[in-house]
């Protein structure tokens, strides 16, 4: 058996040097150090120098296996979805070296830019900061409506339809599952058609980068999907309630859909997937949170639950 954790050591000084040889020949590493967050995937940021030049930065992507998908595949995956992305104007960060292989850093993964900046989960100002957080989240879904298929993305209804015969057993852990559920269930039949586009399909605050209030890139994108857009938006609104940021969640509703020019025809029905997505604990989260410096307890998380599903079904 590989070592799961392979992905999570740094590379070594060898591995290192291969990669500064591959951005800049001539150049030698000068420190490397793991970036807060990440649970799937580890990122190290790589800062290189050659004499006579300006230092560069790098951000290292190191993949972990998936049952479903080697981290090889993965790496090409997201290789390509950034480069198609990219192109398109989405801030997310570029695409420099693929390494599905783990021939340059030791372990399957891809070399990226690095954008100066980190996640903001501490906000000042908690309404304009949910208003920015929608921006680049409406940009992607306006600019990628109708985007054809495409191997590299994920047919999002492909993998929900699990979702159709009712939680797993694992979700019914959680004592409101199968009540969740059945309005589920209820409301998928009154789902309507709509244009599907690019889903990030893990969009929340830890995975953007921000410099001075302002949301400069999206990064974490090894599991994009084409799908409709009320997933992605009803998954943040989730996550931004589990925070304990229910106004903020509704500020950001509200901008994404100024930004867009068209109500989420099937929000509630994402949101109540969002929920079930979020058993049978959302505490399990906490480390990804609290990593960029949240103090949530496992006991106000919970609660933030119950009270998210409440409000969600009697909408």
């Known amino acids: 058996m590989p070592d799961q954790s392979a992905h999570e050591q740094p590379p070594d000084d060898a591995a290192l040097q291969r990669i500064a040889d591959a951005i800049q020949p001539g150049a030698h590493p000068v420190n490397c150090e793991r970036l807060a967050g990440g649970i799937d995937n580890a990122v190290f940021r790589l800062d290189i120098h050659k004499p006579g030049e300006k230092p560069i930065s790098v951000n290292i992507r190191r993949h972990s296996d998936w049952p ?25 960060p570029k695409p420099l070296l693929k390494d599905a292989a783990g021939v340059l850093s030791g372990s399957p993964g891809i070399i990226i830019s ?10 000042s100002n908690e309404a304009q900061w949910a208003k920015e957080l929608a921006r680049p989240l409406a940009d992607l879904h306006v600019k990628t409506v109708g985007m054809p298929p495409d191997q590299h993305f994920r047919q999002a209804e492909e993998w929900l339809n699990k979702y ?5 057993d694992r979700e019914r852990d959680h004592r409101r599952a199968d009540e969740v559920w059945q309005e589920l ?6 789902l309507e058609t709509v244009q599907h586009c690019v889903l990030h399909f893990d969009y929340y605050a830890g995975n953007t980068v921000w410099r001075d209030d302002k949301l400069i890139a999206v990064i974490d994108w090894d599991g994009p999907a084409i799908g409709d857009p009320a997933y992605d938006v009803g998954y943040a609104r989730m996550d931004l309630a589990l925070q304990g940021r229910f106004d903020a969640a509704d500020h950001f509703l509200a901008e994404y859909e100024r930004l867009t020019k068209r109500p989420l025809a099937n929000l509630r029905y994402y949101e109540l997937l969002a929920c079930i997505r979020a058993m049978p604990d959302p505490s399990s989260w906490l480390p990804g949170w609290n990593s960029f410096g949240m103090e949530l307890t496992r006991e106000e998380v919970r609660e933030n639950l119950e009270r998210y599903i409440d409000q969600v079904l009697t909408s």
């Open 114 to 123: 690095y954008i100066e900046g980190s996640p903001n989960l501490t906000p």
């Open 68 to 92: 479903s998908q080697p981290a090889s595949d993965k790496a090409n995956a997201e290789w390509q979805v950034l480069d198609t992305l990219h192109n398109l104007g989405i801030p997310v």
């Open 164 to 168: 159709r015969s009712g939680p797993s």
């Open 185 to 190: 269930r209820a409301e998928y039949k009154h």
